[in-house]
């Protein structure tokens, strides 16, 4: 079973530059997610998507971060202007439709690092 | 929101058990509690998950205390691959189940 796809894997921009990230989920996965990890931190969810709809979205940056899945599938994370601050790892993962069950495990991606100078 | 608390970092030496403990006190009577694990350069691994009763798989054991307030997860063999950050991660069911991530706990091992 092929994994969560990210690209790129690395990514270098100047501040007020823009950039997207792209992922593509396990297939049949209904729930996607990015995630923002700075370097010593946890991951930080950024925005849940339920199949094309936002589940939850309340830790993303509007002003400047944006978030589309279209047709459900697959996504992509656009950062414009870029910051400073910006810099770090984007995780996107995606999991089966959330039910009752106890599982839900999210499956990874190998992230995009972003560095902003 | 259930926090949790767990060392910085643990040393071990290659072949023998690994204890790693976690505390949350704060957890619902209804959090499941999540491990994963995150090697080097890499996305984060799912490890184990449990509500009330111990749990053994193929990766680990997680042991859950009877007042649910602290688990440990076990690693019966630790080799060098093993080396990671392990989180511990109580599962939100009332909120779009969500994880809720801390600093983990970095896992050195030893040769």
């Known amino acids: 079973e092929a994994g969560v796809a990210q690209s790129p894997r690395y990514k270098i921009i100047e501040k007020r530059q823009s950039v997207a990230f792209w992922c593509n989920p396990i297939?049949?996965?209904?729930?996607l997610y990015w995630y923002q990890q700075i370097l010593g931190q946890g991951p930080k969810l950024l925005i849940q998507f339920q199949n094309n709809g936002v589940v939850d979205d309340s830790q993303l940056p509007k002003d400047r971060f944006s978030a589309e899945r279209l047709k459900g599938v697959d996504s992509t994370l656009k950062i414009q202007p870029a910051k400073l601050e910006d810099s770090a790892v984007y995780l996107c993962?995606?999991?089966?439709?959330?039910?009752?069950?106890?599982?839900?495990?999210?499956?990874f991606g190998p992230g995009t690092r972003l560095t902003v100078l | 929101d259930a926090k949790t608390t767990q060392p910085n970092s643990m040393e071990s030496n290659e072949e023998e058990p690994v204890h790693l403990p976690c505390n949350h006190s704060t957890i619902s009577g209804t959090d499941y509690i999540h491990w994963y694990r995150q090697l080097p350069s890499q996305g984060p691994e799912y490890v184990i998950h449990?509500?009330?009763?111990?749990v053994n798989n193929r990766m680990a054991s997680l042991a859950i205390a009877e007042d649910r307030k602290s688990s440990t997860l076990i690693l019966h063999r630790a080799t060098l691959r093993d080396a990671a950050v392990y989180y511990c991660i109580p599962r939100r069911m009332d909120s779009n189940y969500q994880l809720i991530w801390g600093a983990g706990t970095k896992l050195i091992i030893k040769p």
């Open positions: 993962a995606s999991s089966l439709v959330r039910s009752g069950t106890s599982g839900g495990q999210q499956y």
């Open positions: 297939s049949g996965h209904a729930t």
């Open positions: 449990g509500l009330t009763s111990n």
